[in-house]
């Protein structure tokens, strides 16, 4: 019971990565806020954590817009109070090189994936800081690291995530704030899946990322939610600033599969 009596916010927890941190978290003790876009599927994972026997709250809500994020935010500090752990998990992959990219691909992406960050950062920071204490996860990505074809403007906005990582931590260490992001290579999870669907081979690109991972395989959920646990505990008392790899060894390796 790692986050007993702590308050945990999850973001784009309705499925895949998020809803595997988000279980995780409520498995461990944390009363979690489950905020997605998908109001339904929100409420579906709240009531799941809740017959495991822990505490969770469904908040709908789009976080590229600040009305509501902070209608979110309320619902959630009146049923539990301040946020101690933050999980910036919400993304959206548009896929194609820059000049496939349309406009409005290219603004959502960073609307969810930078601002979005932003924005529920902003909201859940005061809080912490009149507790002296909480830890900020931001879900980067290797392709922040790496150039990997087809996600330009997914790889920025990772690699954005990491840059927003450094500078948080220099902010609010002093404060109590730890801030750490975790940057999965390929993972077993649905936004994979949609991936493969729109490219020409699938079955034939899901074994080449097998193969490109030195560890031979692609990475699960669990592995993934595991490094955010000990990141929001106080095991990681010492570590802010950091970006953790989890990704089988790719980003050591560098190498990418070819379409």
């Known amino acids: 019971m790692r986050l007993q009596d702590r308050v945990a916010l999850v973001t784009g927890a309705a499925r895949g990565i998020g809803r595997g941190i988000a279980l995780r978290f409520a498995a461990e003790g944390a009363r979690v806020g489950i905020l997605d876009l998908d109001g339904a599927a929100c409420q579906a994972l709240a009531d799941k954590a809740l017959s495991s026997g822990g505490e969770a709250i469904a908040l709908a809500a789009d976080i590229s817009q600040p009305a509501q994020v902070n209608s979110a935010l309320a619902r959630l500090r009146d049923r539990f109070g301040a946020v101690d752990v933050l999980v910036n998990n919400a993304a959206v992959m548009p896929v194609g090189a820059i000049h496939r990219t349309s406009p409005d691909d290219f603004d959502r992406c960073v609307a969810v994936n930078l601002r979005g960050a932003y924005l529920v950062s902003r909201g859940v920071i005061p809080g912490m800081l009149a507790l002296g204490r909480g830890s900020i996860i ?107 790899t989890v990704d089988g060894g790719l980003s050591v390796k560098g190498e990418q599969p070819q379409d």
């Open 138 to 244: 931001h879900i980067a990505s290797v392709t922040g690291l790496l150039g990997l074809p087809g996600i330009a403007a997914y790889s920025m906005t990772k690699g954005g995530l990491i840059a927003l990582t450094r500078a948080m931590s220099t902010d609010y260490a002093a404060r109590g704030i730890r801030v750490n992001s975790v940057s999965p290579g390929t993972i077993d999870s649905p936004m994979l899946r949609d991936f493969l669907a729109g490219q020409s081979d699938p079955d034939s690109l899901r074994q080449d990322f097998d193969r490109m991972h030195p560890i031979g395989r692609v990475g699960t959920i669990a592995e993934v939610a595991n490094v955010c646990l000990f990141l929001a505990s106080d095991e990681a008392s010492f570590v802010t600033g950091a970006n953790y």
